[in-house]
């Protein structure tokens, strides 16, 4: 046992310098990974925090973070501009995640139902029911990648109290199904009984 | 007797034969009430085959609409066999968007499994209560006032930090002990040795034990230390001969010169004309604990 301690303890004592030299390359390498990292996300930050002060910061859909599509997203229909908005939402669509997709399909249909209100009130209602029935497909959107979200099952249920859905085919009654005829022709009085 | 037994044992097997081929269904029903619209249903569906039974892939349920208010979100199929049965699993989610103005049972229409022979297998449909969620007359008009109230647009969330912040100070710290255990294993800066002080050793030696070395052999020991002081500062023995050569080499000590020689002088009678005495009388120790201080002194300013 003290033999073996001893043939090991000198290749222990080389084998320090190389294990330390190893940690201070991995702590270096991350420092520098872990470093740009924080600083382009602080960057991302930055870009957040002048919109939401409302400082009308241009973005290029193509090559912001999704936070930023995000962020300017939320500006944009804020103050209703909805056609500048839709190319940070078909970029997010491509490459954000759920909840950012969702954030801004809520954020969407909000802004075309608010225009669709203001359009009811002045009457225009060939104005207001696209409006009303875009902003129902994207909160029906939104509520597919997040069923628990109630701030657009709400809002749904505002837009479909202005314009209701309906069945597209007619006689697809949702409450009872039709008979088939050939209940229909038994229960019927009066049903031939086969002699003149 | 024996033809009635033997009819018996025929009906027997035949019914088990029968119901071991027989498909078994079943089904396990989510909670039947209690829905609002975007709510979603799970409904797992179970289908136990018999030996050569295969189900249709081509029947099962796919995902989308199923119509205007249901839809099909997901569709997951499991299959794994039992002895010669193949028992499927099938969890299908429906999601609605059905709007009720008041509470109402709504129907999931069943489905049709085909099994490869064309036989059918059916699963029951499914009702279950759906109610509002919001007020039916919120105010009188429908379009104005509380009625078209909305829940307000979400903001923007800022990205979190707290990975890479982690990341960096355990990357940070581990580079720092790396960095020390490195400086520390090659003797780098704060672990190199500081260069020796001999004189203010000596010094500090002289200076605290001045009473006990005023002896006969107190007072050797005190030139003894000093010597040594003079061995280490020079890295060899110095003698008196020795004297110039190494202020030669430590300049900063040529202003002690005259100290150094009467030092010199003194230690040769004591040692060598074995005249403690007399060396006491040339150079008592508080001029030793003096000249000591001195060297010290002019060590330390020079490194």
Redesign the interface.
């Known amino acids: 046992m003290r033999d073996w301690l001893q043939k090991l303890l000198p290749r222990a004592g080389s084998v320090k310098g190389g294990l330390l030299k190893a940690l201070l390359a991995v702590g270096v390498v991350g420092c520098v990974i872990s470093g740009s990292l924080l600083y382009s996300k602080m960057r991302i930050n930055a870009t957040i925090d002048r919109l939401r002060a409302g400082a009308d910061v241009e973005v290029d859909p193509a090559s912001a973070a999704p936070a930023v599509l995000d962020a300017r997203a939320a500006y944009l229909l804020r103050r209703n501009r909805i056609d500048e908005a839709q190319p940070m939402l078909d970029e997010a669509g491509e490459r954000a995640d759920a909840a950012v997709n969702v954030r801004m399909l809520y954020n969407m249909a909000n802004a075309r139902l608010r225009a669709a209100i203001k359009a009811i009130e002045q009457g225009n209602y060939d104005k207001a029911i696209p409006l009303v029935t875009l902003a129902k497909a994207e909160y029906r959107s939104a509520l597919r990648l997040d069923p628990e979200h109630w701030d657009a099952k709400y809002n749904l249920d505002v837009a479909m109290r202005l314009v209701r859905d309906l069945p597209q085919a007619v006689g697809e009654d949702e409450e009872k199904p039709l008979e088939t005829p050939e209940k229909l022709w038994t229960d019927l009085p009066g049903a031939p009984k086969g002699l003149p | 007797m024996r033809w009635l037994l033997a009819a018996i044992v025929l009906v027997l097997s035949v019914a088990t034969s029968a119901a071991a081929r027989a498909p078994q269904i079943s089904v396990d029903e989510p909670r039947a009430f209690g829905y609002?619209?975007?709510?979603?249903l799970s409904r797992r569906i179970t289908v136990r085959l018999g030996a050569g039974q295969e189900l249709d892939s081509a029947s099962l349920p796919r995902p989308g609409p199923l119509?205007?208010?249901l839809?099909i979100?997901r569709v997951d199929h499991a299959e794994k066999s039992e002895g010669d049965a193949t028992v499927h699993t099938l969890d299908l989610t429906y999601?609605t968007?059905?709007?009720p103005l008041d509470p109402?049972?709504?129907t999931i229409p069943g489905v049709k499994l085909k099994l490869q022979d064309d036989s059918e297998l059916t699963v029951p449909e499914f009702s279950f209560i759906t109610s509002?969620?919001?007020q039916l007359f919120a105010s009188a008009s429908?379009?104005?006032g509380s009625?078209?109230?909305?829940?307000?647009?979400?903001?923007?969330?800022?990205?979190m930090?707290g990975t890479?912040?982690t990341?960096?100070l355990?990357?940070?710290?581990?580079?720092?002990?790396?960095?020390i255990?490195?400086a520390w294993?090659?003797a780098w800066w704060p672990f190199n040795k500081r260069p020796a002080r001999p004189f203010t050793e000596a010094s500090r030696y002289l200076r605290l034990n001045a009473a006990k070395l005023d002896g006969v052999g107190g007072y050797r020991d005190a030139l003894l230390r000093l010597h040594r002081a003079f061995d280490v500062a020079a890295g060899r023995r110095v003698l008196a001969d020795d004297v110039p050569s190494f202020l030669g080499q430590h300049p900063e000590f040529e202003r002690l010169r005259s100290g150094i020689e009467r030092l010199f002088v003194a230690s040769r009678r004591a040692f060598f004309a074995n005249d403690v005495e007399e060396a006491r009388g040339e150079m008592p120790v508080s001029e030793l604990v003096a000249l000591s201080s001195e060297l010290g002194a002019a060590e330390r300013r020079a490194s």
């Open positions: 609002f619209l975007g709510d979603v119509n205007y208010w839809e979100s999601q968007f059905y709007t109402r049972r709504l509002p969620i919001r429908q379009s104005t009625a078209v109230d909305l829940q307000a647009d979400l903001p923007a969330p800022r990205l930090t890479e912040r990341a960096l355990v990357s940070a710290l581990s580079a720092l002990i790396g960095l255990g490195l294993h090659y």
